[in-house]
């Protein structure tokens, strides 16, 4: 089960959203997990990193492990993600398009983060993008 839980006032594809938590836990035997996602903006973001990470800046995703069926809550800031989309994206795509191709790829790293995975070293930080990038090649999510 997927909650989400929109605090911006941006308009979000939460059907991506849920197909994407939904696919995730489905091919890591997870499906009958459930994950928690909150869109905030960028002061709520930096207050939160400030508090858990001593980073007193916005980031794009933090992610907070559960116990037992709830593997965690995912916080995304959705300005962020926007920002990324631009800097990060070809000329070749639509916006939109860019944009929801970052929130899937940010939105699985931080599903990896609940599993476990940690990007604080080069090997680690390679392989979750990897696996990231994987999940941007699947065309039943989109």
């Known amino acids: ?5 929109n605090k911006t006032k941006s308009k979000i594809n939460l059907g991506l959203v849920k197909k994407t938590v939904n696919k995730f836990l489905q091919s890591h035997e997870l499906a009958k997990s459930e994950v928690s996602i ?16 001593k ?3 916005a980031t ?12 965690g809550e995912i ?18 795509k639509k916006f939109e398009i860019l944009v929801d191709e970052e929130l899937v790829f940010i939105l699985v790293h ?25 999940y941007l090649k699947i065309k039943d999510i989109k």
């Open 1 to 5: 089960m997927v909650e989400i839980n």
């Open 38 to 53: 909150a869109f905030v903006g960028d002061s709520r973001m930096q207050e939160l990193n400030k508090k858990y990470r």
């Open 55 to 57: 980073k007193n800046k």
């Open 60 to 71: 794009d995703v933090l992610s907070f492990s559960g116990e037992n069926n709830f593997l």
């Open 75 to 92: 916080v995304i800031d959705y300005a962020q993600i926007k920002r990324q989309a631009r800097q990060f994206g070809g000329q070749a």
């Open 110 to 134: 931080g599903l990896l983060h609940l599993l476990g995975y940690d990007d604080k070293t080069g090997v680690g930080q390679k392989e979750m993008e990897k696996l990231g990038n994987e």
